[in-house]
T-cell receptor
Framework: EDKVVQSPLSLVVHEGDTVTLNCSYE??????LLWYKQEKKAPTFLFML????IEKKSGRLSSILDKKELFSILNITATQTGDSAVYLC???????????FGKGNQVVVIP | SQTIHQWPATLVQPVGSPLSLECTVE??????LYWYRQAAGRGLQLLFY??????ISSEVPQNLSASRPQDRQFILSSKKLLLSDSGFYLC???????????FGEGSWLTVV
């Protein structure tokens, strides 16, 4: 069974801090790793990582994948209160489109 | 551009009553479609996925069922709800193998 483990499960930071979220995976026939942001409603897509060592960036968010050590990190720099959310990591297998999700990293940014 | 809609957004149902959640995708053809459930304090769990009309795969045994009567329509049903069916249900779609999966707005179900 595919396994996706995220850490820390929750954290509280102050505005302006940098946050690093971790996601490790054990997946048969791994294809990609995806990050989503969930704010009380449906998850919104952030990144899809397929190749090792290539950083993807979107504004203050960035993510990278290490396929040798089987993990990914999501970084948020200069955090804002609008970054408060649950960040979900999910693995995608080759040959089908089933996502296996971790339990999420709950981030609370306080002013 | 592609959009996904699901409804109703919120519903409260008594134990033993039927359920029907509907999801439609616009702007694409032959999408892969999914139903996920997110229970309180737990991760997203895949319930059903479909690669085409009438083709449904079930991931977990339960009293729920899914149907795909049209290419871009996916329905989640139950004949008799249980308390444990309460949760946040998400429909999702992707353009094919290896593509990103996008989620609908979600439906909050409370079984009382």
């Amino acid at each position: 069974e595919d396994k996706v483990v995220q850490s820390p499960l929750s954290l509280v930071v102050h505005e302006g801090d940098t946050v690093t979220l971790n996601c490790s995976y054990e997946v048969t026939n791994f294809r990609s790793l995806l990050w989503y942001k969930q704010e009380k409603k449906a998850p919104t897509f952030l990144f899809m990582l397929t190749s090792s060592g290539i950083e993807k960036k979107s504004g203050r968010l960035s993510s990278i994948l290490d396929k040798k050590e089987l993990f990914s990190i999501l970084n948020i720099t200069a955090t804002q209160t609008g970054d408060s959310a649950v960040y979900l990591c999910a693995s995608l297998r080759s040959g089908n489109n089933r996502l296996a999700f971790g339990k999420g990293n709950q981030v609370v940014v306080i002013p | 551009s592609q959009t996904i809609h699901q409804w109703p957004a919120t519903l409260v149902q008594p134990v033993g009553s039927p359920l029907s959640l509907e999801c439609t995708v616009e702007g694409t053809s032959n999408p892969n479609l999914y139903w996920y459930r997110q229970a309180a304090g737990r991760g997203l769990q895949l319930l059903f996925y479909s690669v085409g009309i009438g083709q449904i795969s079930s991931e977990v045994p339960q009293n729920l069922s899914a149907s795909r009567p049209q290419d871009r329509q996916f329905i989640l049903s139950s004949k008799k709800l249980l308390l444990s069916d309460s949760g946040f249900y998400l429909c999702a779609w992707s353009g094919g193998l290896g593509n990103t999966i996008y989620f609908g707005e979600g439906s909050w179900l409370t079984v009382v």
